[in-house]
């Protein structure tokens, strides 16, 4: 399988859009880290002092974009509107490894 690194990038009032669909949003996560499709996973800061989120970079392996795009389009933060922008792209790791 292939590495493909995801980023997403939050629409306005990002905290209050995600509260209804954060617990879903962690059930989605965690089985698909079981499933060792999603290798890493965390948010991106919009700026240190306050901690709040302006997006998210996803580590997930599959057998191709269309495959990871299918996975993904499943995630409850896209599939309800959290999610302004999301990019998707292979990832060749040039030093290191990421456990399967």
Avoid: C
């Amino acid at each position: 399988m292939a590495t493909f690194a995801i980023r997403y990038t939050y629409g306005e009032n990002s905290e209050a859009a995600k509260a209804p669909y954060s617990e879903a949003h962690m059930q989605f996560l965690t089985a698909q880290f079981e499933a060792k499709r999603l290798l890493l996973s965390g948010r991106v800061l919009a700026d240190e002092a306050s901690g709040v989120a302006a997006g998210a970079l996803l580590i997930v392996s599959g057998e191709s974009i269309d495959d990871v795009t299918r996975l993904m389009d499943g995630e409850p933060f896209m599939q309800n509107g959290v999610v302004a922008r999301r990019e998707i792209a292979e990832w060749n790791i040039a030093f290191g490894e990421i456990a399967r």
